[in-house]
């Protein structure tokens, strides 16, 4: 547990700085997507994180992709049954009960007879692999997103889902391991693994998007509240559809004549 504090400690300074960066331009206001006042920090960062995955990450993840598929599949296998703890706690702390005793069950099964999770045996039992995290489980709970966030090499987020991230790390399994050694590496590999998986993913967003940032932002908005409602978000306008509506649309004649 004593090799745990520091990275908790940088986490903590983040989100620290995050917040002082929120409370100093918020008051300042913006003319852009409402959600994201912070729209000139986020843009630095994504730029940074561009740079930091064009020059570092993505050349990993490329050289990892030529790995044999049984390889990547049971690194991916591995680290989903770590993960498959703490998504049941917070399936129980939602309510989705089944969900949750579900997850506890995928857990024992791919432990043991997956051989410490390398195998997925609990999905071909009709055991479904979820997705949940605290950040969603605060959703869950009536806690509003806040502010969108761009963090650094971790992308997307939002005031909530930062909080949530805090949560997350702390009773992140790969993060308890005792040997410093171990711990770094098995998070690098996680991360380039999880990279690798995106490698198509964001060659359709530089095609699909002129401004990739705008659509990420959009898309992230988006994916997080499909997340927290199973799939079936209430209807909300996006503002960004709002102001593509407004440049591309003409205007009707009643309203060129109230213009004029």
Partial sequence: MKNKKPEQKVVLRGVASLLLAFGLTACAGSGGHPKDPLEPL???????NEKADSYVVRPL??????APLPVKVGVGNFFGNLADVWIGVNNLLQGKFVDGLSDG??????STVGIFGVFDIATELGLEKHDEDLGQTLGRWGVGDGPYLVLPLLGSSNLRDTVGLVGDLHVDPVLSF???SARNSAT???????RSQLLGADTTAEQAALD??????SFYIQYRKSQIYDGRPPREKDPDDEADVDETT?????KKENQE
Avoid: C
């Avoid at 690098?188 to 999880?194: A, D, H, M, P, S």
């Avoid at 990739?212 to 932002?217: A, G, Q, V």
């Fill in 42 to 48: 986020n843009r630095a960062t994504y730029s940074f």
């Fill in 61 to 66: 993840a490329e050289v990892y992709d030529y």
């Fill in 105 to 110: 069950g995928r857990f024992l099964v791919n």
């Fill in 178 to 180: 005792e040997s410093v």
């Fill in 188 to 194: 690098g590999l996680r991360f380039v693994n999880r």
């Fill in 212 to 217: 990739k940032y705008e659509y990420m932002r």
């Fill in 250 to 254: 003409p205007a009707s004649p009643a």
